[in-house]
């Protein structure tokens, strides 16, 4: 298992410059780096190669977070909109592959956050968005990449949101490309038991996000994080277990996550570096015992 952190961790918005924050993040003892899907089909060859430069340089692998937009939703009624997502997710999978990525995340079946101002029918969504995955399936079989499925809380999707229903759905696929990935943000929300869940998952689990109840660094909160270690040692978790912490208020990301109050007025950049460093220390204490 190797520790991971999304790249947005010292920012309130979701613009990044990757060189300099592939250093922060190595800086600050991790093995990964998350970047966003977004702007990785928005790089230019130059950026590539310097993202891809940085990562080699510093030992850091690399995995790609979606939220596909809502002109990208594989589980879509319209055709013409599943194709579109489709192609886009293969033109990321292809750009990945030029970075020396293998590692495709988040809720890829659909489009986030759902809209629940309208009626959703899951059933035809499964059927919809289960079609799509199989057809970027090929593609990411290809690239030998995989593609981890986010379960997300009730407050953000509807297709999937137990890791059991994420295990049916994998079945349906039938893809050894398709895996699951399990946050324990939303798992808090959702599952009977965090540690249960996982060594349910076993195998399928292709990722991990890591974060506590209200989304702060794990270790200040109360998630049960030893019994969660030892339930990634029973599943013989071998992935990216990622923190992705979501603390600073006021700016788009905080709108975009609703996160309506501050967590810690005035943190200088000095304080979020120490959060961080402690964070990863009591990860490593809880799940290597
Ligand atoms: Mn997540």
């Not at 909160?221 to 923190?243: C, M, N, T, Y």
Request: with cysteine.
């Amino acid at each position: 298992m190797k520790y991971g952190l999304l790249y947005h961790y010292w920012s309130d918005g979701w613009s990044c410059d990757y060189p300099k924050t592939a250093e922060k993040i190595k800086k600050a003892g991790f093995d990964v780096m998350e970047i966003g899907g977004d702007h990785l089909s928005r790089m230019n060859a130059a950026e590539m190669d310097a993202l891809r430069r940085a990562a080699v340089d510093l030992g850091l692998e690399l995995s790609v977070n979606i939220g596909p937009a809502r002109d990208q939703d594989l589980a879509s009624e319209d055709k013409a909109t599943r194709e579109h997502g489709i192609a886009y997710l293969t033109d990321v999978l292809k750009r990945m592959d030029g970075i020396g990525c293998r590692m495709m995340i988040g809720a890829l079946y659909t489009f986030w956050p759902a809209d629940f101002s309208v009626e959703n029918d899951k059933e035809r969504a499964w059927d919809r968005s289960i079609d799509s995955l199989r057809e970027l399936a090929r593609a990411a079989e290809d690239l030998g990449s995989t593609c981890s499925l986010e379960i997300l809380n009730r407050y953000e999707g509807y297709i999937l949101n137990t890791c059991e229903e994420g295990l049916r759905y994998l079945e349906r696929i039938g893809s050894p490309s398709m895996k699951l990935l399990l946050d324990t943000f939303h798992m808090s929300i959702e599952e009977d038991s965090l540690p249960g869940a996982i060594r349910l998952a076993g195998s399928r689990l292709g990722h991990m996000h890591l974060g506590e109840g209200n989304r702060k660094l794990p270790g200040l909160g109360s998630l049960p994080w030893a019994e969660i270690g030892q339930a990634l040692r029973d599943a013989h978790f071998d992935g990216f277990a990622v923190i992705e912490p979501f603390m600073r208020y006021g700016g788009q990301i905080a709108k975009d996550i609703h996160l309506w109050h501050d967590f810690f007025p005035g943190a200088t950049e000095a304080e979020m570096d120490r959060m961080l460093a402690d964070s990863l220390a009591f990860l490593k204490q809880h799940f290597e015992a």
